[in-house]
Each structure stands twice: as structure tokens, then as C-alpha cells.
């Protein structure tokens, strides 16, 4: 009697490939979003400054075309993110001063050793003014990004943001007329008698279920990826591989910040989920950091040829005497 032929395992695709395709089978891509990150976490720390066709190279094996990408380029020129240098016949792409002041910000909640400590006040922005209701959304929208949550219909807030480059970054996208209809205060220390209402001001003000499922997905998605690195520590990740998966995770990892207020622990769950991404991003990153670096060290180019090295000052941005092995497999 004779069986039926098994079928041929099906072949394990390497973490790292699994998330880059899952990536290239997306339908849409915010393309715009994903060159700031690039910006961000690749092109800063080596001046600033890269030619567009070396941009396009960089980003051709994610299945992002020429088009897309220059498409996308030039209206990051318009939203004054972006201005050109023209060498010769070819251009660099140069951050503007003000899309530099919006990369250092983002770089600091990126790449900060840990969570800020909370001074125990709460900052707040009054909205004092008459807005109509497409200014109050666009206001709402700019503040939620910044990581404000929204007590009724004219209170945002914040555990610790720093008011004055919270009214720059509004100017940086273009709502400088709302600041004279806005008035930004300092709460007194919740030590005085308040703390006991801090938790339920967190509830009203913000969907925090949401976030936590959202940093419970990026842990799902890059946890495999760290614990197959972790089982082979001496296996070499290939360049381009490792420039890529570092960009989708800084890319993802920033798109979670943009949303998280970065409540002190003591208003936070226990197992907040948000904590073990960070470390996460961080202990991945770090291991990611070598093979890329050597990728861009030969295809980031600047208009007239040239390499521009990365800063030593930048070589640090995880450091290694982190705690890392508290996350858990």
C-alpha cells in the first residue's frame, strides 16, 4: 500500500527577512514618514546632508521607487523639512534649521538612557481664544504628537514637556497664528494635595489601552528577531539586511513616541509594555548598529561623490551598560 508523498517543509524565512517583507507587501506606504526617520536616525550623524540619488538607493531594496521617493523628497522641501545645495550638475538634500530643531527633539525621546523624571507638575496649554473647528482639530492633532492628552475641549496636557519648544514645534507646523489664542501654565507640585487625583486626570486624558496594545505589537514583531541574534552571537547579519530592519525599527519605534506622553512609572501599570520596547529598541539596535553602519560607509553619498563619515559623537547612542537583559524571552 502505498501513502501519499509528504510535502517538503515549507523553507523558515530568518527573522530579520520575515519583517522586511512584511514591510515590501504593504499596499501604502507613508513614504514621507519613513525619509524623516532616515533622516533621523541615518543621515544626521553624518552631516546632515545626502544626494538624492544615494537616498533612492538606500531605500530601492524596501520596494520604495524612484518616483515615490522623489515625490516624496520634494514635499518635504515645500513642508520646509528639506532645502537643496547644488553641486554641479547634482543637489544634496540639507535639513532645514527648523527640520533639524524637529530631529533633535524627536532624538531625544529616541534615544534618551531612560524615561525623564517627573518633577511632580503637570503642564498645561488653555486654549483662551475662539477656533473654529478645523483650527481645533489641526491644534489637537499637532498637540497629540507631541504627546499631549486633552482634559475637556480647552485644556491639553502634559506631565513634563517643555512648554517653550511645545509653541515652537506648533510654529514649525505652521499654527504660529493660534499661539496668541493659547495660554501655556505650570500646575503647582501635586505634593501639595492633588496626587491622589493624578491617576484619574492620566484616565481622562488619555487612551492609554491603546498605546499599550500598540508597544505589545512592536515587542511581537522585533522580539524574534532579538532572540534569534541572541542564539547565534556569532553570526553576521548582512549589511544592507541590518540597515534596513534598524530603519523600520527606529521608523516604528518614533511613530509609537509621537504618541506616547511618557508618563513618570508611578502613574503607569506594572507591566507597562512601553518599557520593555525601549529596551528592546535599544538592545536590538545596538546589535543591528555595526553591519549597517558598514552599509552606509558605502552607498551614503553626497552630491560630489564623496562618503561623509559618521560623528564619533554619535557612536554611543545606546550604550552598552544598559540593562539589557531585563527583557525576558
Known amino acids: 500500500?502505498?501513502?501519499?508523498?509528504?510535502?517538503?517543509?515549507?523553507?523558515?524565512?530568518?527573522?530579520?527577512?520575515?519583517?522586511?517583507?512584511?514591510?515590501?507587501?504593504?499596499?501604502?506606504?507613508?513614504?514621507?514618514?519613513?525619509?524623516?526617520?532616515?533622516?533621523?536616525?541615518?543621515?544626521?550623524?553624518?552631516?546632515?546632508?545626502?544626494?538624492?540619488?544615494?537616498?533612492?538607493?538606500?531605500?530601492?531594496?524596501?520596494?520604495?521607487?524612484?518616483?515615490?521617493?522623489?515625490t516624496s523628497v520634494f514635499r518635504l522641501a515645500k513642508e520646509q523639512w528639506l532645502r537643496t545645495e547644488t553641486v554641479g550638475r547634482r543637489a544634496d538634500y540639507v535639513l532645514t534649521p527648523s527640520g533639524r530643531r524637529r530631529f533633535d527633539e524627536a532624538s531625544r525621546h529616541i534615544y534618551a538612557p531612560h524615561a525623564p523624571l517627573w518633577d511632580r507638575r503637570w503642564r498645561l496649554i488653555l486654549v483662551v481664544g475662539e477656533f473654529d473647528a478645523r483650527e481645533r482639530e489641526r491644534l489637537?492633532?499637532?498637540?497629540?504628537?507631541?504627546?499631549?492628552?486633552?482634559?475637556?475641549a480647552d485644556c491639553f496636557v502634559h506631565p513634563s514637556a517643555d512648554l517653550t519648544?511645545?509653541?515652537?514645534?506648533?510654529?514649525?507646523?505652521?499654527?504660529?497664528?493660534?499661539?496668541?489664542?493659547?495660554?501655556?501654565?505650570l500646575a503647582a507640585d501635586s505634593r501639595s494635595g492633588l496626587a491622589a487625583s493624578d491617576a484619574d486626570l492620566v484616565r481622562r486624558a488619555w487612551d492609554l489601552d491603546e498605546l499599550a496594545t500598540a508597544y505589545t505589537a512592536f515587542v511581537a514583531t522585533y522580539l524574534p528577531i532579538l532572540a534569534e541574534l541572541r542564539r547565534d552571537r556569532h553570526a553576521e547579519v548582512d549589511p544592507e539586511e541590518a540597515f534596513l530592519l534598524r530603519i523600520l525599527l527606529i521608523h516604528d519605534y518614533r511613530r509609537?513616541?509621537?504618541?506616547?506622553?511618557?508618563?513618570?512609572?508611578?502613574?503607569?501599570?506594572?507591566?507597562?509594555?512601553?518599557?520593555?520596547?525601549?529596551?528592546?529598541?535599544?538592545?536590538?539596535?545596538?546589535?543591528l548598529a555595526p553591519a549597517s553602519e558598514r552599509h552606509l560607509d558605502t552607498v551614503l553619498t553626497l552630491a560630489d561623490g564623496s562618503i561623509p563619515p559618521a560623528d564619533p559623537a554619535f557612536a554611543d547612542r545606546f550604550p552598552q551598560d544598559d540593562p539589557l537583559a531585563a527583557i525576558s524571552l
Not at 165 to 185: I, K, N, T
Open 256 to 287: 509609537l513616541l509621537l504618541r506616547d506622553p511618557e508618563l513618570p512609572d508611578v502613574l503607569l501599570t506594572a507591566e507597562w509594555p512601553g518599557q520593555k520596547a525601549r529596551l528592546l529598541c535599544k538592545e536590538l539596535y545596538r546589535r
Open 140 to 152: 489637537r492633532r499637532a498637540l497629540f504628537w507631541q504627546g499631549f492628552g486633552l482634559l475637556g
Open 165 to 185: 519648544a511645545a509653541f515652537d514645534a506648533l510654529v514649525a507646523e505652521g499654527l504660529a497664528d493660534q499661539l496668541e489664542r493659547l495660554m501655556p501654565l
Open 1 to 70: 500500500m502505498h501513502g501519499f508523498a509528504k510535502a517538503p517543509p515549507s523553507p523558515v524565512i530568518p527573522p530579520i527577512r520575515r519583517r522586511l517583507d512584511e514591510f515590501r507587501q504593504q499596499k501604502r506606504v507613508h513614504a514621507g514618514s519613513l525619509i524623516i526617520s532616515v533622516f533621523g536616525d541615518a543621515i544626521v550623524p553624518r552631516g546632515g546632508r545626502i544626494w538624492l540619488g544615494s537616498l533612492i538607493r538606500l531605500l530601492e531594496p524596501l520596494q520604495l521607487n524612484e518616483r515615490l521617493v522623489r
